[in-house]
């Protein structure tokens, strides 16, 4: 018989999310070994930093049982996501991973600004490392007292994971889901990332000696098409995201250096 695909859970909203728990059920629904690491404490904000959180250069790796996950591995690691999966991808934490899922997060990452992101820094890491990976999120803007409707990530994800499966090695892809109940969403849309996203932050000097990040609201019309603007119309949306890679056509292959006075 042949062995199921291993896939690693992470997130950077700490080992205790809920979303956490939610996306690791949908891997096992979508028949995925399954194995939750994750950082011990929240860590959003973080892109593909590789910081340790714990004192001293190595990072402090707990097991956990999460009791919504009976018998499966679990870890709370003090470093931001995207070192959890590189550890993860050279086969620090058991077994080396066959995908990431990335997730899911609360709040939407789209738009330009997803490259600040945990999240999504995770599974552009385990991009980079070869490893078919995958960012979730879950729309509930910034209100804080916004229920979040996990459950609704369920459906999506029957229908993406399977996309990511057979996609080539490497392949990363972005998704967002509306905070909407099931019935109520619409069909799962390939997007463009929008130059912005439905809110923008920018940082603040509001005293010497201190800087401050303040999130607004968008006031004007978002960009049609985009995924900024589909999950605002009721659609989960998915993206191919590409990993660093070098840009053809712009530089010349050789520049003399100037000549010595």
């Known amino acids: 018989m042949a062995r199921r695909p291993l ?53 402090i790796v707990h097991r956990r049982e999460l009791a919504d996950l009976p018998g499966v591995p679990c870890y709370a690691v003090g470093a931001h996501p995207a070192f959890i999966t590189l550890a993860a991808a050279h086969g620090a934490l058991d077994h080396a991973p066959d995908l990431v899922l990335s997730g899911v997060n609360r709040g939407a990452n789209i738009g330009r600004a997803l490259v600040h992101s945990g999240t999504v820094g995770a599974a552009v890491t385990a991009g980079t490392n070869e490893l078919r990976a995958m960012a979730v999120s879950l729309d509930v803007g910034h209100d804080k007292d916004v ?11 029957r229908v993406a994971i399977p996309l990511l499966l057979d996609a080539p090695e490497h392949s990363v892809f972005n998704v967002n889901v509306p905070n909407l109940p099931p019935d109520q969403l619409r069909e799962l849309r390939r997007a463009p990332l929008a130059s912005y996203g439905a809110v923008q932050s920018r ?4 005293s010497e000696g201190q800087l401050e990040v303040v999130t607004t609201v968008v006031q004007h019309e978002l960009e049609p098409g985009t995924d900024a603007a589909l999950l605002g119309e009721g659609h989960p949306t998915i993206t191919a995201l590409r990993a660093v890679t070098e840009v053809e056509g712009v530089l010349p292959d050789r520049t003399p250096l100037p000549t010595a006075q």
């Open 7 to 59: 896939a690693l859970v992470t997130n950077d909203d700490g080992i205790h999310s809920p979303g956490l728990v939610t996306l690791a059920k949908a891997a096992q629904q979508a028949d995925l070994d399954v194995v939750v690491a994750a950082p011990s404490k929240e860590s959003s904000g973080t892109s593909a930093g590789l910081t340790v959180l714990a004192n001293g250069d190595a990072p």
């Open 147 to 157: 229920i979040p409707l996990w459950d609704s990530v369920f459906p999506v994800l």
């Open 203 to 206: 940082v603040d000097r509001p």
